[in-house]
């Protein structure tokens, strides 16, 4: 056994090994059970200690409350402990390596947070007078600069929340600039390798999505985007192409495909959620990319959050420039200019309406613009090439084991694998994700995209130790010999060391329980009286 300085044991003994207790309390050591907070915050109690007001004038007329909202009360230390416990259940960036692919996890720099914390960033209310936030106009002008030097573009969206809502601000922009030539295209090219917000995005602008087909490595097939052109000759909107696209590839075709897709009165939409890969080595204004949203939290490091707060800037080009969405930033003679209504815009500006409330999230602009200064055009160069650099030693680390479906080419950011390797083992790609939890990983992007069969996309991302990479490797090595050690117990149960087992993700997701309802109070039959 072996014992610490003072001769106290540091192991458990041989019995100490096998023995799990139940506990009592259900909780694992420092894995505790944690009720909802209805569940035992008293709705009687009250934390507050103030005295009933006198004389008060309620002037809310009908509004005035009449039955209890059924806050719970907790004291301080009870409220606190509650999302403490519930905050250690949480996986996170900051607990572990996070190798979803394409919608990566990245660091978020802590230099950021302490930027958007400054009060003069930090307190502004969007309903300020412009006059008062010149140094916010400022920061949201600079950071736009950025973005369209980094992309090659004339112009970009600031307003967006998020890369899919971007993708909604670019195909707005696409639709306005059609119409403004009098022309109504129906139809948008999606590869069939694309995100699902592409299809989604171009249906909901009432487009007809049609699929073009990956040749045998995973790119988009010039034969058959030539094809489906011809066919639809002249009712073409444009294509929406994701570069590098989601199976880790660069699509070499890219200026051809834009020649064609241009040649035929369409515009290129380019899906940048992957912009983390090629940012300082190739510009999509460059490669003919008319419109490309940016994931501020895929390539510039603001924290992902359950779908927001995000920022999804979108970029156009010289052709797109003119349908920017209110409200925009304008460079006067006097400083900056924000203009926020129809009236207010120039001969030449059409915007095509206004996708937001407000301006943006500033937070996100503060960090993004934070994260670019702090690393400078060389730094961000590299993050992008330690970017490729991760995803290729996990690749190489991995693939006489794990089989890749498009052979052993370089990949960019991430490298996707398929589950062949999982065969006649009687463990599926879901047990295998599954048993990744065990070890204290979260899973890789599973079944996606659906161009492969049982796809598993890593994306480790520019942050990592090679440390942390190889502790990756050897430890999805161990999962997959297991597997084929016929260790199939290890996976069909998993997770076994989880808080929970598993879920019924499918029900979470369509029939969601987002608000909680008192239970119905107990029925009581009264005594009968003598
Ligand atoms: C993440 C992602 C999107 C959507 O971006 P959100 O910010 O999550 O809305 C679109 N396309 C691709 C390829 C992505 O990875």
Same mark, same amino acid.
């Given at each position: 056994m072996s014992m610490n300085t003072q001769g106290r044991p540091t192991a458990p003994g041989e019995a100490g090994e096998r023995f799990r207790?139940?506990?009592?309390?259900?909780?694992?050591?420092?894995?505790?059970?944690e009720p909802l907070i209805f569940e035992f915050g008293g709705l009687e109690t009250?934390?507050?200690d103030l005295d009933e007001p006198d004389d008060l004038e309620f002037e809310l007329g009908s509004h005035k409350r009449t039955a209890s909202i059924n806050l719970p009360g907790l004291a301080e230390p009870?409220?606190?402990?509650?999302?403490?416990?519930?905050?250690r259940n949480n996986y996170a960036i900051d607990s572990g390596l996070y190798p979803l692919g394409s919608c990566t996890m990245k660091h978020n720099p802590r230099l950021n947070e302490k930027m958007a914390r400054l009060p003069g960033f930090g307190d502004i209310h969007p309903l300020q007078p412009v006059s008062t936030v010149p140094g916010a106009l400022e920061l949201i002008d600079e950071l736009a600069h950025w973005l369209m030097v980094m992309t090659g573009t004339e112009a970009v969206a600031m307003s967006p929340k998020a890369g899919a809502h971007g993708?909604?601000?670019?195909?707005?922009?696409?639709?306005?600039? =059609?119409?403004?030539?009098?022309?109504?295209?129906?139809?948008?090219?999606?590869?069939?390798?694309? @995100?699902?917000?592409?299809?989604?995005?171009?249906?909901?602008?009432?487009?007809?999505?049609?699929?073009?087909?990956?040749k045998d490595d995973g790119t988009v097939?010039?034969?058959? !985007?030539?094809?489906?052109?011809?066919? =639809?000759?002249?009712?073409?909107?444009?294509?929406?192409?994701?570069?590098?696209?989601?199976?880790?590839?660069?699509?070499?075709?890219?200026?051809?495909?834009?020649?064609l897709i241009h040649a035929a009165g369409g515009y290129f939409y380019c899906d940048g959620a992957n912009f983390n890969a090629i940012v300082g080595?190739?510009?999509?204004?460059?490669?003919?990319?008319?419109?490309?949203?940016?994931?501020?939290?895929?390539?510039f490091s603001t924290p992902h959050g359950g779908g927001g707060p995000g920022s999804g800037p979108v970029v156009l080009s010289e052709r797109l420039a003119p349908f920017a969405p209110l409200p925009f930033i304008r460079k006067t003679v006097d400083g900056l200019d924000l203009v926020e209504t129809e009236a207010a815009v120039y001969?030449?500006?059409?915007?095509?309406?206004?996708?937001?409330?407000?301006h943006g999230q500033m937070g996100m602009y503060v960090r993004a613009l934070a994260y670019m200064q702090s690393h400078g055009s060389d730094g961000l160069r590299q993050a992008s090439e330690d970017a490729v650099?991760?995803?290729?030693?996990?690749?190489?680390?991995?693939?006489?084991?794990?089989?890749?479906?498009?052979?052993?080419?370089?990949?960019? @950011?991430?490298? !996707?694998?398929?589950?062949?390797?999982?065969?006649?083992?009687?463990?599926?790609?879901?047990?295998?994700?599954?048993?990744?939890?065990?070890?204290?990983? =979260?899973?890789?992007?599973?079944?996606?995209?659906?161009?492969? =069969?049982?796809?598993?996309?890593?994306?480790?991302?520019?942050?990592?130790?090679?440390?942390?990479?190889?502790?990756?490797?050897?430890?999805?090595?161990?999962?997959?010999?297991?597997?084929?050690?016929?260790?199939?117990?290890?996976?069909?149960?998993?997770?076994?060391?989880?808080?929970?087992?598993?879920?019924?993700?499918?029900?979470?997701?369509?029939?969601?329980?987002?608000?909680?309802?008192m239970p119905e109070p107990a029925e009581v039959t009264p005594v009968a009286a003598e």
């Open positions: 207790p139940k506990t009592f309390t259900g909780n694992r050591g420092l894995d505790m059970e009250s934390g507050v009870e409220a606190m402990r509650h999302f403490v416990r519930l905050s993708e909604l601000c670019g195909m707005m922009a696409i639709k306005a600039a =059609h119409t403004a030539a009098g022309r109504s295209p129906e139809i948008v090219l999606v590869p069939e390798s694309a @995100h699902g917000t592409n299809p989604a995005t171009a249906a909901l602008l009432g487009y007809k999505v049609v699929a073009i087909a990956a097939a010039l034969q058959a !985007l030539k094809e489906t052109i011809a066919k =639809h000759d002249g009712n073409i909107a444009g294509i929406m192409l994701t570069n590098p696209n989601t199976c880790g590839l660069f699509e070499r075709d890219i200026m051809e495909i834009a020649d080595k190739a510009r999509p204004g460059d490669l003919g990319v008319d419109a490309m949203h940016i994931n501020l939290h895929k390539t001969d030449g500006e059409r915007p095509f309406g206004r996708m937001t409330a407000f650099l991760n995803a290729n030693y996990v690749r190489v680390g991995l693939q006489d084991l794990m089989t890749l479906p498009y052979g052993e080419r370089p990949c960019m @950011h991430e490298v !996707l694998f398929d589950d062949s390797f999982l065969k006649n083992t009687g463990v599926t790609t879901l047990d295998f994700a599954k048993a990744m939890i065990d070890e204290g990983y =979260h899973p890789m992007t599973m079944y996606f995209p659906l161009v492969v =069969h049982g796809a598993m996309l890593i994306e480790p991302t520019e942050s990592e130790s090679r440390a942390s990479l190889d502790l990756f490797i050897a430890t999805m090595r161990d999962l997959v010999m297991s597997a084929q050690r016929g260790e199939s117990e290890r996976f069909s149960g998993a997770p076994y060391l989880a808080p929970r087992r598993r879920l019924d993700e499918t029900g979470a997701a369509r029939k969601p329980v987002l608000k909680w309802t």
